[in-house]
């Protein structure tokens, strides 16, 4: 009987082993699609990646490639998730960063931003045709983001840093402003001042607390007088 039960647990946990190591196979062989397709974009662009050329890169068959994504749209929408995994992971580290929470606070927000080499994924993300995709994106890196930064407030209301109420709601008014100023880069001097002021006054801070914001994004440089 002992022997029995024994080949049983053997038997049941063989066949767990191998449903896992399909199941990693078959996520580690998505991410390399998904690699390709996003460096495919990021050179060629968006518009002038077939799907076809993403098969013949990856040297795959076309119902392989239909296996894991619908669609091209489907391969953008999930490549721009896998960038905002990389993002967040990042993002995260700056909570035990030796730095200021105001710091602390950019640092977040800026490190869930596309990086300077990813502009052609952003803007194809940008374009009227890809609103919904745009919105619900959007919306996940709010989501991912708040926890996030809420924890930077809460320490930064402990140090009289910041004061104010209603932080959940107050860092969601937060990242969307950012959002619509940023995403685009069609800002001046005037709109960053601006910006930094609404933040300031939203989060109970000192006047100057996030000054440094336009040194980050070379604000500094231009000469315009405030409004």
């Known amino acids: 009987f002992l022997l029995t039960t024994n080949l049983k647990y053997i038997i049941i946990n063989s066949t ?3 449903k896992e190591r399909k199941v990693m196979k078959k996520n580690e062989r998505k991410q390399e699609l998904l690699k390709i397709a996003y460096n495919m974009f990021l050179t060629k662009g968006y518009d002038n990646t077939s799907i076809d050329d993403i098969i013949n890169e990856a040297q795959i068959a076309k119902g392989t490639y239909y296996y894991y994504f619908e669609s091209k749209e489907a391969t953008l929408e999930e490549v721009i998730n896998m960038m905002i995994n990389e993002e967040i992971e990042i993002a995260k580290n700056f909570l035990n960063m030796p730095i200021s929470i105001p710091e602390k606070l950019v640092g977040i927000i800026t490190s869930l931003r596309p990086k300077m080499n990813e502009e052609e994924i952003q803007n194809t993300l940008n374009k009227k045709e890809n609103i919904v ?3 619900k994106i959007n919306n996940r890196v709010i989501e991912e983001a708040i926890p996030l930064l809420e924890q930077v407030i809460i320490e930064g209301i402990e140090k009289n840093i910041f004061k104010c109420n209603h932080i959940k709601e107050r860092l969601r008014m937060l990242l969307i402003m950012s959002n619509e100023l940023f995403d685009n880069n069609n800002f001046n001097l005037n709109n960053i001042e601006v ?4 933040a300031e006054k939203m989060l109970g801070a000192k006047e100057g607390t996030l000054e ?4 980050l994004i070379g604000g500094q440089n231009e000469n315009n007088n405030k409004c």
Not at 212 to 215: C, D, E, L, N, W
Request: hydrophobic residues 50%; glycine residues 0%; aromatic residues 22%.
């Open 212 to 215: 440094f914001i336009k040194m």
């Open 16 to 18: 767990f082993s191998r």
């Open 133 to 135: 995709m745009h919105e």
């Open 195 to 198: 910006f930094i002021d609404t």
